[in-house]
């Protein structure tokens, strides 16, 4: 049943029930009143008829014998006529009250559901009661801009609470998710302040340093790293820091030293397993006199590598161009005709690839205007929008473009977008068409 009929109904039932509870005492009493004041009567004729045949008596109109007999009768009528209404009554209740009670009950009728109804509309949520209000509400975007605020309230928060370091943790996550790594790196340090043995939030502060210093983890953020060792030598953040920082360097033997021991945390055959497998082998190449490893895990801050979660480019790591080349995404992006007149003038249009499976961090990104579609596209390792996801470290990734109108790089309703089906980096020809509005 949908829900509206729904609601309706039982609301009706409600206020039936709470309605029948207090006006059927108040109909009952008026009956009550009316059965009163007719037993009240005839108690009247009776006192009036026996009054009469008492003076008749006394005028010797009658003798005693034909007295008694004649109130016997009188009594017996009596007694017929109040058991049809109800238990006599000494003295009349006045037929005003019956009246009230009548009057209070219809006010009741007509103004405790009017009452209910104003009450809900002024206090309660009538447009949840819209079809697919609940869904709307539920699927509705986050903007930028909200992000922003509640980031800043969050930061407002902790000037009134300084000691709560899990505080500082959260606000410097959220720092790196906007971007702003060197207001990152601060809450970490507050956080480490507050917590000077937990090697999670120094390695977390490294890798927010890190990207705030021009994606170089030489040195403060090493310092950092070679802590947060000191306190927890398997913490897999700061293993997969130390080795990024010992590529970075070129010393591929320390790098392949912190990666093996990263590896051996992993769980067989999760993607994370391969990707380390994967930079060691690079690393050993490069030992060898190959190319460079392209990195390993640091996550621009989104918290803690733990078991299972596939490490991505660390801060400091530069993808070699045969890399770039051979990972990059080539297609073409058009607009479903049916569409072509709900693109207004001023349109931002975004393409990007994100990974088919796990989180919709953008690895790649292309912004331009609306107005160039058709458009041929290439995504790769140079449009990142942080060196911690890159095109190339992922497995099967999903293209997107969506046609902004408000500009801005989180979906809004109204928003005109379209994707393909899951393809690996590498893949060329990638048709992309835009056939769906945001709802």
Known sequence: ??????????????????????????LRNAAGDRSGGEASAATSVYRDQKRQLDEE???????????????????????????????????????????????????????????????????????????????VESQAPTSAAQIEAMVEKLAERMKSNPDDPNGWVLLGRSYAVLG???????????????????AGILADWADSLAMANGQKLEG???????????????????????????????????????????????????????????????????????????G?????????????????????AVPSQSDVAASAITGRVSLDPKLAGRVGPGGT???????ANGPRMPLAVIKSSADSLPRDFTLDD?????????LSTAGEVVVEARISKS???????????????PVRPGARGVDVVIGEVVR
């Not at 109109?61 to 009768?73: K, Y």
């Open 1 to 26: 049943m949908p829900i509206v009929p729904l609601f309706w109904i039982v609301a009706v039932l409600l206020v039936a029930g709470v309605l029948a509870a207090i006006v059927w005492p108040l």
């Open 57 to 135: 008596f006394a005028a010797g109109a009658i003798s005693a014998d034909e007295r008694d007999a004649a109130i016997e009768e009188l009594a017996a009528r009596l007694s017929a006529e109040l058991d049809t209404t109800s238990s006599p009554s000494e003295e009349a209740v006045p037929a005003a009250s019956s009246r009230a009670r009548l009057v209070w009950a219809l006010v009741l009728v007509f103004t405790l559901p009017a009452t209910a109804g104003m009450l809900y509309v002024m206090l309660g949520n009538p447009g949840a009661l819209q079809p697919g209000a609940a869904a």
């Open 180 to 198: 702003r790594f060197q207001e990152s790196a601060d809450a970490y340090r507050r956080a480490s302040t507050l917590s000077p043995s937990a």
């Open 220 to 294: 403060e953020p090493s310092k950092l790293i070679e802590r947060a060792l000191a306190i927890d030598p398997n913490n897999p953040k700061a293993l997969a820091l130390s080795g990024s920082a010992a590529a970075e360097r070129r010393d591929f033997s320390a790098a392949i030293t912190a990666w093996s021991k990263l590896l051996s945390q992993l769980p067989p055959g999760s993607e994370g397993q391969k990707e380390v497998e994967q930079m060691i082998a690079q690393a050993q190449s490069a030992q060898a006199g190959g190319a460079a490893p392209a």
């Open 296 to 316: 390993a895990a640091a996550d621009g801050g989104a918290g803690v590598l733990g078991p299972g979660e596939t490490p991505a480019a660390p801060a400091g």
């Open 349 to 355: 249009l975004y393409i990007f690839a994100r990974a």
């Open 382 to 390: 140079s449009m990142a929008m942080a060196p911690s996801a890159r």
């Open 407 to 421: 500009g801005l790089a989180t979906p809004s309703p109204g928003d005109l977008r379209g994707a393909s089906a």
